[in-house]
């Protein structure tokens, strides 16, 4: 019943004044033409409960985005980095 999101990137019920309901859902379908590699990453990133979603640092230091790279790509923040449990 609150606004999230701004208008570019809110979700389609927002828009049509219904009640958002985008964490209930959790179903989409993938590309036929994206990477084995790239679909196992977007299932990670696309998990409805925040406990099984992949974080950023492990998003990181993923296979599929260090492929061509020797090393990640350094994390720096002000903030402390929780640790998955």
């Given amino acids: 019943m609150t606004c999230c999101g701004s208008p570019a990137y809110a979700a389609p019920e927002l828009i049509q004044g219904k009640a958002y309901i985008g964490s209930e859902r959790g179903t989409y379908s993938n590309p036929h033409w994206l990477s084995p590699g790239s679909i196992l990453l977007l299932n990670q990133m696309m998990q409805v409960d ?16 260090m492929s061509g790279y020797d090393s990640p790509v350094e994390w720096h923040s002000k903030l402390p980095v929780r640790t998955p449990t």
């Fill in 50 to 65: 925040p406990k099984h979603r992949v974080t950023v640092r492990q998003l990181l230091d993923h296979p599929w985005m």
